[in-house]
Nanobody
């Protein structure tokens, strides 16, 4: 199973970016999906998560600015980021609980990360 992120880049403060993460491989189902972010020297923190049924959770720092969504048919999760500020600069990682075909347990899968840089 692979998670591939896209959509990172450089944006000015106040701008927007949309991250995408597509899961591929021998996938039976995907449970929770989410986005984490990490800056050098700090731990990786949860930004937002979404259950298969669409229930969402957000870090306080991004509430009202970021929106997480998913397309279950395409095994894809999105993160719409609006009103970006310099504190949002980080490497963003996609995460998913994946049940592979032929197994009966969920495995925690990670993407390779995509860099988001917000210039002030």
């Amino acid at each position: 199973v692979q998670l591939v992120e896209s959509g990172g880049g450089l944006v000015k403060a106040g701008g927007s970016l949309r991250l995408s993460c597509a899961a591929s491989g021998r996938i039976f189902s995907i449970n929770d999906m989410g986005w984490y972010r990490q800056v050098p020297g700090k731990q990786r923190d949860l930004v937002a998560s979404i259950t298969r049924s669409g229930s969402t959770t957000y870090a306080d720092s991004v509430k009202g600015r970021f929106t997480i969504s998913r397309d279950n048919a395409k095994n894809t999760v999105f993160l719409q980021m609006d009103s970006l500020n310099a504190e949002d600069t980080a490497v963003y990682y996609c995460n998913a609980g994946v049940v592979a075909i032929g197994t009966f347990r969920s495995v925690n899968a990670w993407g390779q990360g995509t860099l988001v840089t917000v210039s002030s």
